[in-house]
């Protein structure tokens, strides 16, 4: 039967090689997740698959490190994602009744910005779906691998 190693086994086993790769990684993951969500309403891309970027990010950092410290990292607990981005999805549904039309119209600015596109409540939509899967995502990797 195999012997499993102590708790202060485990974490003197962390890699060097992947705690310097991650400090590297992670800005760009998350630069490249925004850049996914600012695109999503024009081309491939959104908030679901921006958000699952993110979240690779911070659960490769939670591998390198620990939990603790991608939590705090994180800066904020991933259920107050999940809430944050449910309301931000609902809210930007409420422009069309504003306008008058039915709910979950979309409506656009006239402002372009070059890659983003026009802004509007489909960016506002998609950045509520990012947060809930960040949160999410992270949410369940995280008690994961607490356990």
């Given at each position: 039967?195999?012997v499993?190693?102590?708790?202060?086994?485990?974490?003197?086993?962390?890699s060097l090689?992947?705690?310097?790769?991650?400090?590297?990684?992670?800005p760009?993951?998350?630069?490249?997740?925004?850049?996914?969500?600012?695109?999503?309403?024009?081309?491939?891309?959104?908030?679901?698959?921006?958000?699952l970027?993110?979240?690779?990010?911070?659960a490769?950092?939670?591998?390198?490190s620990d939990?603790?410290?991608a939590?705090?990292?994180?800066?904020?607990?991933?259920?107050?994602?999940?809430?944050?981005?449910l309301?931000?999805?609902m809210?930007?549904?409420?422009a069309?009744?504003?306008?008058?039309?039915p709910?979950?119209?979309a409506?656009?600015?006239g402002?372009?910005?070059p890659?983003?596109?026009?802004?509007?409540?489909p960016?506002i939509?998609?950045?509520?779906?990012?947060?809930?899967?960040?949160?999410?995502?992270?949410?369940?990797v995280?008690s994961?691998m607490?356990?």
């Amino acid at each position: 039967m195999p012997v499993l190693p102590k708790k202060s086994q485990v974490i003197e086993a962390r890699s060097l090689i992947l705690a310097t790769a991650v400090q590297l990684l992670l800005p760009l993951l998350l630069l490249f997740s925004l850049f996914l969500l600012f695109r999503g309403h024009n081309e491939h891309g959104g908030g679901f698959v921006g958000g699952l970027a993110a979240a690779a990010g911070f659960a490769l950092f939670a591998l390198a490190s620990d939990v603790a410290s991608a939590q705090k990292l994180l800066h904020i607990h991933p259920r107050r994602l999940i809430a944050a981005g449910l309301l931000t999805a609902m809210a930007s549904g409420f422009a069309g009744l504003i306008s008058g039309r039915p709910y979950m119209t979309a409506w656009w600015t006239g402002v372009e910005i070059p890659v983003v596109g026009k802004i509007g409540t489909p960016l506002i939509f998609d950045a509520g779906v990012y947060l809930v899967v960040v949160g999410s995502i992270t949410h369940i990797v995280f008690s994961l691998m607490e356990e």
